[in-house]
């Protein structure tokens, strides 16, 4: 056999055992998991309103789980962005409160690009320091975790920040904070035209990998899913009885990761971030601008800790500075659940969404079985620790 | 020399007190190969890092096709046409070879995004040149052969349009049995008309491979000599030198 058919081969049973059957696996265990939640909470766990705030829940970190991917790919760490979702958090509802913050009160869009933009600034800080100034990632975002909470708290003097405008809080999801029901019946119907535009193009470019049928499964379960998100948000009803729809945080992290998705993976950025976890030196040879993608990666991860910031304030309808405390380690946790390798050069927006989905699962489970918050921690804490060594091994590489 | 794509003139750099390439003057016709020999430390590694734009010269001067070029960065040595393959291929391992082809130098489409049908189009028939019947050029590059990821890398340099090929131990990461191709390979890129500048330690393999081997000892270039009237144990005194 020539050396070319022998890795060829070996390519193939590596495909099979590569992403696909990892996402597979996490996806089924997520399921046992939430089977499991439902009996013991006696079916409360897997009912429609539950779902819709399990999601509405995850959406915060879910959002900032998507930029820490490119972080983490990058062979870099962020600490600081539970601390950014605080401090930006505080100013988005200082500026719109009375007595908040000098100029305000302003409204309520103003404030809402001023903090992304101020989060987004800030990102670009940490990236500067890690990149030009070449400090660890490690120490330059530990700096801003202290730096930043110390600057919520400085905002308001620990004053929590309230009422925020009543059309902002919506954005969190809310009372009032869903799309109805035609209009979410729209969006599904608009997601599976785009999902079929997709498939059938990629199936137009290489009709060679299987007749059509190879394609209509996968998307049939696509669409299954979209079609069923659609009518679980639906049988929700709003507080004037008619269905509820989607949530808007839902909406939000469904666009932020989409767009992510197709930044790391269809752009030069995107390829230039993996391609510096791969090897630094590497894409430094091929003319790569190691430290402009490297400062990019942070001020995206910064921007996105800011549009959490946006959701978090919404859906508290306050500014708590508070807000974000550990954030950033549950962001982590779920891009490593997800397959991010904390060695860089691997890693995907699909797999943090699931991560995130499956970290926000069994806080929320346990929360519905009255399991206390420091018990709830230790559980989660081990969790992590079992699911990422599994996988290690698993993989036969370092996580 | 009329002909000569690659001139080194007096081409020297120093770290600290230590002159690791001393005034070294060399030149490469279209379509040679010049192979470089040396021990462990006289200067080789640091002469290719100084032409493949990774370190910046002291004094000298280089010159590609007559013009003199500054080589500040890889990405300037590469306008200027030289292409290295490093000794450890500086590929991308988590990158399939399309990527790697075109890493930092991607083709986009109009709205920006990356266009992989060309690029795979044009990746393919670069090997297809090549080596016939390479074709997983959708496997992450750490999955291949010593052999297989040598190509990606050398189907990289080419398709920057390279006028001169550095390669740096281009045999030390294959198995005996790939060595042939390389050989083979070699012959037909100098067909093409590439200069090629051959670092190796291989002594048997760079009087194989080249017209002309050149000699440097301590930083210094000491001996040039073409590789007809020439055996190895000759070329083994040269490297070692005499007595000095």
């Not at chain 1, 997601?191 to 990629?202: C, E, K, Q, W």
């Not at chain 1, 397959?339 to 519905?368: I, P, R």
Request: charged share 15%; proline share 4%.
């Amino acid at each position: 056999m020539s050396p070319e058919a022998l890795s060829a081969s070996d390519a193939t049973r590596a495909r099979v055992s590569a992403p696909g059957a990892r996402t597979g696996a996490m996806l089924i265990a997520l399921g046992v998991l939430w089977l499991a939640l439902d009996v013991a909470t006696g079916g409360l766990f897997l009912s429609p309103r539950n779902l819709v705030n399990l999601a509405v829940q995850a959406s915060a970190v879910g959002v900032m789980a998507t930029g820490m991917v490119l972080v983490i790919v990058a062979r870099q760490i962020d600490l600081s962005i539970g601390s950014v979702l605080g401090f930006t958090g505080m100013v988005i509802a200082g500026l719109q409160v009375e007595d908040g913050l000098p100029g305000g009160p302003l409204p309520w869009p103003i404030a809402l690009c001023a903090g992304i933009a101020l989060a987004c600034a800030i990102g670009a800080w940490h990236g500067a320091w890690v990149a030009y100034a070449r400090l660890p990632a490690f120490v330059a975002t530990l700096a801003g975790l202290l730096v930043f909470r110390g600057a919520a708290w400085l905002v308001s003097d620990g004053r929590t920040l309230a009422p925020l405008d009543a059309t902002y809080t919506r954005i969190g999801g809310g009372l009032h904070g869903t799309i109805g029901a035609t209009a979410t019946w729209w969006l599904a119907a608009a997601i599976s035209a785009g999902i079929a535009a997709s498939r059938l193009s990629g199936w137009r470019r290489a009709p060679s990998s299987g007749g059509l049928a190879r394609i209509a499964l996968p998307a049939a379960s696509l669409f299954g899913t979209v079609i069923a998100i659609a009518a679980i948000a639906n049988s929700v009803p709003a507080p004037d009885g008619s269905p509820a729809g989607l949530p808007l945080p839902v909406l939000v992290l469904g666009a932020v990761a989409l767009a992510v998705h197709g930044l790391a993976t269809r752009t030069r950025f995107g390829r230039h971030v993996f391609a510096i976890g791969g090897n630094p030196r590497a894409a430094e040879l091929a003319g790569i601008d190691v430290r402009g993608v490297t400062l990019r990666a942070f001020t995206l991860l910064g921007a996105l800790a800011g549009v959490a910031a946006v959701l978090t304030t919404a859906r508290l309808g306050a500014g708590t500075n508070s807000m974000g405390t550990l954030a950033e380690l549950a962001v982590i946790a779920a891009a490593v659940l997800g397959g991010t390798s904390l060695a860089g050069g691997a890693g995907s927006v699909g797999g943090a969404l699931l991560g995130a989905l499956w970290m926000q699962s069994l806080e929320n489970g346990m929360v519905l079985l009255d399991v206390t918050s420091a018990l709830r921690q230790v559980a989660i804490g081990l969790v992590l620790l079992i699911a990422v060594a599994a996988d290690a091994r698993w993989r036969g590489a370092a996580p | 020399m009329s002909g000569a794509v690659l001139e080194l003139v007096g081409l020297t750099k120093r770290f600290g007190g230590v002159t690791a390439v001393d005034g070294v003057s060399l030149t490469v016709p279209a379509g040679e190969v010049v192979a470089l020999v040396g021990h462990n430390g006289a200067g080789k590694t640091t002469l290719v890092e100084l032409l493949s734009g990774a370190l910046r010269r002291d004094a000298g001067e280089i010159r590609v096709n007559g013009d003199s070029v500054a080589l500040r960065s890889p990405r300037e040595a590469q306008q200027a046409g030289i292409a290295t393959l490093h000794q450890h291929l500086a590929l991308a391992d988590n990158l399939d070879a399309v990527a790697n082809v075109f890493l930092g130098h991607e083709r986009c489409t109009r709205i920006g995004l990356l266009d992989e049908d060309a690029m795979e189009r044009e990746v393919l028939e670069l090997l297809a040149r090549l080596s016939p019947g390479f074709g997983a050029v959708r496997e992450p590059v750490s999955r291949l052969s010593g052999g297989q990821r040598q190509l990606v890398a050398i189907a990289r340099a080419l398709r920057l349009d390279a006028k001169v090929l550095l390669m740096d131990e281009p045999t030390a990461a294959l198995g005996p049995g790939e060595r042939g191709r390389v050989t083979e390979l070699v012959r037909r890129l100098t067909g093409d008309g590439l200069a090629i500048l051959l670092v190796s330690h291989d002594l048997e393999s760079a009087l194989a491979l080249a017209q002309r081997v050149a000699v440097m000892r301590r930083g210094r270039l000491v001996a040039t000599r073409t590789s007809e009237n020439l055996d190895a144990a000759a070329l083994a005194a040269l490297v070692v030198g005499g007595t000095d």
